[in-house]
């Protein structure tokens, strides 16, 4: 079964450090994977998305996520992280028919 | 601010009652997704529409339903109340129905349901 893993389910950075969020799939084909942000009291946002080409996808906010097939990974990076960034991130796989399977998420901190 | 709206924002009510959660899709949007968001099962499928017609299902329980009305809209059903069902329950939109070639749902804001 297609399945996502974030295995860090806290993370604190100081404000202006480099971020890296895990993120290991397990699915048969060629996935279609993205990451989105809730702030809280809010719903979810597209942060970004990766489809095919080019393994290193820009997204919104300055972040960035690399493609590992090899790794089955999903990672995603921003190099200065912003007090505004604290927020909880999900990856999630993309199925047929625009279902998405989230994974668990990773709650951000941000020390000032 | 995604477009799409949801009804109530918050929502207490007792056990073996049953409510209705409103969700409109953003304009243009055919599909409308039911989530459910509970500290124990993090965020799960429920179900998809896709222009009034049920198009995919998942982790949805018998005592839930769902429907999509011709102005697009949706409701989503959930009686016999229990406990477990207190979550955020997220509907989401997209234009089409078939592939994740556009992959991008946009999310409404949540409806906050408390069971007691």
């Known amino acids: 079964a297609q399945s996502v893993t974030q295995p860090d389910i806290h993370i604190t950075v100081s404000e202006g450090a480099s971020l890296e969020l895990r993120c290991n799939y397990s699915y048969g084909a060629t996935p279609y994977l993205f990451w989105y942000v809730q702030s809280p009291g809010q719903g979810l946002q597209l942060l970004l998305k990766y489809f095919s080409g080019d393994t290193l996808v820009q997204g919104i906010k300055g972040f960035e996520a690399e493609f590992k097939r090899s790794q089955s990974s999903f990672n995603l990076r921003k190099p200065s992280v912003h007090w505004s960034d604290a927020a909880e991130y999900f990856c999630?796989?993309?199925?047929?028919?625009?279902?998405?399977?989230f994974g668990a998420g990773t709650i951000l901190r941000v020390k000032s | 601010d995604s477009g799409v709206t949801q009804t109530p924002k918050h929502l207490i009510t007792a056990t073996g009652q049953r409510v209705t959660l409103r969700c409109s899709p953003r304009s243009g949007d055919l599909s409308v997704y039911w989530y459910q968001q509970s500290l124990d099962q993090g965020l799960q499928f429920l179900i998809q529409?896709?222009?009034?017609?049920?198009?995919a299902k998942g982790n949805i329980l018998e005592r839930f339903s769902a429907q999509q009305f011709p102005d697009l809209h949706s409701e989503l059903n959930l009686s016999s109340l229990e406990l477990g069902d207190s979550a955020l329950y997220f509907c989401?939109?997209?234009?089409?129905?078939?592939?994740?070639?556009?992959?991008?749902?946009?999310f409404g804001e949540g409806s906050r349901l408390t069971v007691l």
């Open positions: 989401a939109s997209s234009v089409g129905d078939r592939g994740v070639g556009t992959g991008e749902l946009f």
């Open positions: 529409y896709y222009n009034g017609e049920e198009r």
């Open positions: 999630a796989v993309g199925l047929y028919g625009n279902k998405l399977v």
